[in-house]
Every structure is written in C-alpha cells, then in structure tokens.
C-alpha cells in the first residue's frame, strides 16, 4: 500500500479556485426576491406572524381576565372576613354586656341582701 501523497500547490490552488465557483453556483441558482415563490413564502410567514400575535394577545386577555376574577374573588373574601370580624367583635360586644349586666344584678343583689340585716 502506497503513502499518502501530499497534494502540490496547485493541486490546492485549483481545490480552492472549484469550491469558491461552487459557492458561487449556489448562490446564483437561488431565486431572487421577486420571484412568485419567494414572495408566497414570504407572504406565509407573514400570515403565520399575524396569526401567533393574534394568538398571543388573546391568552393575555384570558390571563387578564383571569386575573381580574382573581381579584375580585379576593376582594370579596376580604371583605366576608371583615363583615365575619365585625359580627364576632359584635357578639362578643354584646356578651361582655350581658356578662356586666349579670355582674352588676349579683352586686345590687349582695348590696340589697346587705341592707337588710
């Protein structure tokens, strides 16, 4: 089996000169920006940019609105917690009243009781 025969100058010249005229081939048979299915492309892209942004801001409506009946979900329990505060402070108002009222019966009672011997 023979070596590896290292390519000459030229050899690489002429590798270098075919793969710049390659390129160059490549990129002369692509269509130009005024051709029809360069322009159908583009218009698909268009229309599928459109229809993503459409997408797009209707799932920020939905989180929007979700968020607003978040809130106002939240407002409402707020607001039944406070409404339940007051009435326990209400309640508790009322027993604390009833609790000097019987207090103060037992003492008028024990002051009567007193007086009378």
Do not use: H
């Not at 299915?37 to 229309?47: D, G, L, M, S």
């Not at 599928?48 to 997408?55: I, M, V, W």
């Not at 329990?77 to 009322?94: N, P, S």
């Not at 604390?96 to 009781?113: G, L, Q």
């Amino acid at each position: 089996m023979s070596g590896f025969k290292e390519p000459s100058f030229a050899d690489r010249q002429k590798a270098a000169q075919q793969a710049r005229q390659n390129i160059l081939n490549k990129f002369k048979a692509q269509p130009g920006p005024d051709d029809p299915e360069v322009k159908q492309r583009q218009a698909e892209r268009e229309a599928q940019a459109t229809a993503r942004a459409k997408a797009r801001e209707a799932r920020e409506a939905v989180r929007a609105e979700q968020k607003a009946r978040e809130a106002e979900a939240a407002a409402q329990a707020a607001a039944q917690l406070a409404r339940e505060k007051e009435e326990a402070a209400a309640k508790e108002a009322a027993l604390e009243s009833e609790r000097k009222a019987a207090r103060d019966a037992r003492y008028a009672a024990r002051k009567t009781k007193g007086k009378k011997k």
